[in-house]
């Protein structure tokens, strides 16, 4: 499977907290994007890194990737008990001429207030 | 702008019946597709279509069909529902740009009995 995966696959953190959760995919990528689920809801773009950028921010959000090692960590600062969901790393290899996205299982994170 | 809609929300089946997910657009996408998500595995691609006329099958495609006679409509059909569909089911569609991101319908939750 070409599927990425996510580590951990469950995080539990305290409102105001750092939530860091990592992606390693297979083989070489065009870029990787990060998704959200909110409970019963449908996934909701976050970020999108290429394969030559090294970091990118977004608000809270913080995406690195590290193609030598083939992985990407996603972190969001000062946590919110909004930011409870599940998160979801994509990854488009290259030479997909279609643009086919390749999911993993996730990280569930729960903030508690 | 609705974005994706998928109707309906919910729906039960007994084995054997057939039906049809309803999948809209109105963001002039030429690419959209649909995923089932299922506990531990992700989103696994079954059919997309990357234009009017044109599909073709992802990872998982046995016992749905699709057709895309308009760019705003893609319907997932099961032709004989099986307890083994019982998932939530989502429609995404991208622009043909070079960023691949998608936008995700909200769902639906498919139970066969």
């Known amino acids: 499977s070409q599927q990425g995966e996510e580590d951990p696959q469950a995080l539990s953190i305290q409102e105001g907290e750092n939530a860091t959760m990592n992606c390693s995919y297979k083989t070489s990528i065009n870029n990787l994007q990060w998704y959200r689920q909110n409970s019963g809801r449908g996934l909701v773009h976050l970020i999108l890194?290429?394969?030559?950028?090294r970091e990118k921010h977004s608000g809270r959000l913080r995406v690195t990737l590290d193609t030598s090692k083939k992985s990407s960590s996603l972190l969001i600062t000062a946590s919110r008990a909004a930011d409870t969901a599940s998160y979801f790393c994509?990854?488009?290899?290259?030479?997909?001429?279609?643009?086919?996205?390749?999911f993993g299982r996730g990280t569930q994170l729960t903030v508690w207030p | 702008n609705a974005g994706v809609t998928q109707t309906p929300k919910f729906q039960v089946l007994k084995t054997g019946q057939s039906m049809t997910l309803q999948c809209a657009q109105d963001m002039n996408h030429e690419y959209m597709s649909w995923y089932r998500q299922d506990p531990g595995m992700g989103l696994r691609l079954i059919h997309y279509s990357v234009g009017a006329g044109i599909t073709d099958q992802g990872e998982v495609p046995n016992g749905y069909n699709v057709s895309r006679s308009t760019t705003e409509d893609f319907p997932l059909r099961l032709l004989s529902a099986a307890p083994s569909q019982t998932s939530v089911y989502f429609c995404?569609?991208?622009?043909?740009?070079?960023?691949?991101?998608?936008?995700f319908g909200p769902g639906t939750r498919l139970t066969v009995t």
């Open positions: 995404a569609s991208r622009d043909r740009d070079g960023r691949y991101e998608q936008y």
């Open positions: 890194i290429r394969s030559n950028e």
């Open positions: 994509a990854t488009l290899y290259r030479g997909s001429t279609l643009g086919r996205l390749y």
